[in-house]
C-alpha cells in the first residue's frame, strides 16, 4: 500500500488543514480534518511524502481522465456543466436500469446538475434520459433491491423518486461480492442535490457565490475518486470527502452550513487561489467561466491572507462538531459493547436459572427407557387411573396444593436466607481445542436431538393416519 513507508518525511493535520485553506485542491478547509483522518487511518495520524504525492498525482490524473469523457448524446451541457463520473461504458462496470420486469443495461453520467442515462442500444447508445437534481425539492435519492421478475433479492441498487414521477427509476449496479460501487454512486448523487438545496436554502443567487460552491463540490469529488484510486484494498468512506453528505450526518451540522453560507459571500472568486481559479488552472475550459464576470467583493478578501481570517469561526463550529462526534461515537461504541455482554450475561444467568430443571432430565429419561421399573410403573398406573377416571381437574389441583406445601415448607426452612444471590461463572477453565470440541459436540448432540423429533413426529403422523398397521410396520422396521 502506499501509506506503508517510513516516517522520516511527513505532514502532520494542522499543516494539511491550513494547506487546504490556501489551496483548496488536496483538501477543502470545511471537511480537511476529516479528509486528513481517513487518508492516515493506517499510518498513526500522519501523512507521509510518497502517500501525498501519489495523492496528487491521482487528482491531477482523475481531472484529466474525466475532461476526456463523451458527453450524453442528445442533451447540451450547461455552461458551467462539468462531468464527475461515468460507468457503463466498454471498459467500466455495467450499469443497468430496471423498468417493470424488464433490464436495460446502458452507460451513466454524473455532472454537477444532473445524471444522464443512456441505454445501449444495437450499435451506439440511444439518446440520455436526463435526471434533474437540481430543481426539483421533493425528489430523493435512496437505496434499493432488485431481483429477477421485480423480487428485491440483491441489495446494490438505487432509485431515484419525485412527485413529478409516476414511478421511480431504478438504477442497479451489479457486483459479486458488495454494494460498494452502489453506495459510491448514492453518495456522489445524494451530495450534488444537497448542494443545490444548500444553494437555494441560503439564496446564493450570485453568480460568483454559486459557482465557487459548485467548484468546492466538484473538488471534493475529484479528491474521493483520487483517495478511492489511491486506497484499492480498503476504499475510503465517501461522506469523509464530501461536504454536505458529512454535515447532514454531523451534530450541528446545520450550524456548520450556515457559517459556510456567510463565508462564501466572503469569498473572492477571482482571487488565484480560490477553488474556481483552480478549476480554470486545471485545463477546464474557459466556457465554464463565459458566463460568470469576475469582480472584486471586497477589500477584506484581496490579500493572500484573506481566506485564512474569514474561515477562523467557520473551523471553530468544525472543531466543536467533531468533538461531539467524538462523543457520539465513543457513547455509541460503549453501548453497542453493553448490549453485547448484556445478552452474552442475560442468557448465562438463564442457563444457571434452567440448571435444576436440567438435572432433574437425566431422571425422567431414566423413566421413558425403563432403567426404572418401579419409578415407571408408578408414573404408568397414575396416568391411567386419572385419565380413566377423569380426575385431570383433581391431578392439577394435587399438583398445585403440592408447590403450595413446597412453598411453604421452603419458608419454613427459611431457605431465602440460606441462598441470598445466584453465583455464575462466566470464565472457562478449558483452552481453545477443548472450547472448539465442546462446540462440535454441541452440534452433534443438537443434530441427534432433531433426529429423535423427526422420528416421533413421523411416527405420530403414522398411527394418527393408518391406525394399528402403522404400528405393526414400526415395529417390523425397527
Not at 285 to 311: F, N, R, W, Y
Request: aromatic letters at 8%; hydrophobic letters at 40%.
Amino acid at each position: 500500500m502506499p501509506l506503508s513507508v517510513d516516517n522520516e518525511r511527513n505532514i502532520g493535520e494542522d499543516a494539511f488543514v491550513w494547506l487546504g485553506s490556501l489551496v483548496p485542491l488536496v483538501t477543502d478547509v470545511v471537511n480537511g480534518r476529516f479528509t486528513f483522518e481517513t487518508l492516515t487511518a493506517t499510518t498513526g495520524n500522519r501523512l507521509h511524502f510518497p502517500a501525498y504525492d501519489k495523492y496528487i498525482k491521482e487528482i491531477d490524473k482523475c481531472i484529466k481522465h474525466l475532461l476526456k469523457q463523451a458527453k450524453p448524446k442528445g442533451v447540451e451541457l450547461a455552461d458551467d456543466e462539468f462531468i464527475l463520473h461515468v460507468e457503463g461504458t466498454a471498459s467500466t462496470q455495467r450499469v443497468v436500469r430496471h423498468i417493470g420486469g424488464t433490464s436495460w443495461p446502458g452507460k451513466l453520467t454524473l455532472t454537477n446538475y444532473a445524471l444522464y442515462f443512456e441505454a445501449s442500444g444495437v450499435i451506439t447508445y440511444e439518446d440520455a434520459l436526463k435526471i434533474d437534481l437540481s430543481k426539483d425539492k421533493g425528489q430523493s435519492v435512496k437505496p434499493a433491491s432488485t431481483g429477477p421478475w421485480g423480487a428485491p433479492l440483491f441489495d446494490k441498487a438505487i432509485v431515484y423518486e419525485s412527485p413529478k414521477l409516476s414511478e421511480g427509476i431504478v438504477l442497479e449496479f451489479p457486483e459479486i461480492t458488495s454494494s460498494t460501487r452502489r453506495d459510491h454512486w448514492l453518495a456522489l448523487t445524494k451530495e450534488i442535490m444537497l448542494m443545490h438545496r444548500f444553494l437555494s436554502k441560503f439564496k446564493l443567487e450570485c453568480p460568483i457565490q454559486a459557482w465557487e460552491m459548485h467548484a468546492r463540490t466538484i473538488l471534493s469529488i475529484i479528491r474521493l475518486h483520487a483517495a478511492r484510486e489511491m486506497l484499492r484494498i480498503s476504499p475510503p468512506e465517501p461522506t469523509r470527502f464530501l461536504i454536505f453528505s458529512l454535515f447532514e450526518e454531523l451534530p450541528k451540522g446545520d450550524y456548520i452550513l450556515q457559517e459556510l453560507a456567510e463565508s462564501l459571500k466572503k469569498v473572492n472568486s477571482g482571487h488565484p487561489c480560490s477553488a474556481s481559479s483552480i478549476l480554470r488552472s486545471m485545463i477546464i475550459s474557459e466556457s465554464i467561466h463565459s458566463s460568470v464576470e469576475v469582480t472584486e467583493l471586497g477589500k477584506e478578501s484581496a490579500g493572500a491572507s484573506g481566506p485564512v481570517e474569514d474561515t477562523s469561526l467557520l473551523e471553530c463550529v468544525i472543531n466543536q462538531a467533531r468533538e461531539e462526534e467524538k462523543e457520539i461515537a465513543i457513547a455509541k461504541a460503549s453501548t453497542e459493547g453493553l448490549k453485547e455482554e448484556g445478552i452474552t450475561e442475560s442468557t448465562t444467568i438463564f442457563m444457571e436459572l434452567l440448571k435444576p430443571i436440567r438435572n432433574t432430565w437425566p431422571w425422567f429419561e431414566e423413566v421413558l427407557t425403563w432403567e426404572r421399573p418401579a419409578a415407571t410403573l408408578i408414573v404408568i398406573g397414575a396416568a391411567l387411573i386419572v385419565t380413566y377416571k377423569e380426575w385431570v381437574g383433581k391431578a392439577i389441583a394435587a399438583f398445585l396444593v403440592w408447590v403450595v406445601a413446597k412453598m411453604i415448607r421452603a419458608r419454613q426452612e427459611r431457605i431465602d436466607e440460606e441462598c441470598k444471590e445466584l453465583v455464575v461463572y462466566t470464565a472457562s477453565e478449558q483452552t481453545t481445542v477443548e472450547n472448539i470440541v465442546s462446540a462440535q459436540q454441541g452440534v452433534q448432540t443438537v443434530h441427534e436431538m432433531v433426529k429423535k423429533a423427526n422420528v416421533c413426529v413421523e411416527t405420530l403422523v403414522h398411527i394418527h393416519f393408518k391406525g394399528p398397521q402403522a404400528c405393526k410396520y414400526s415395529n417390523g422396521s425397527a
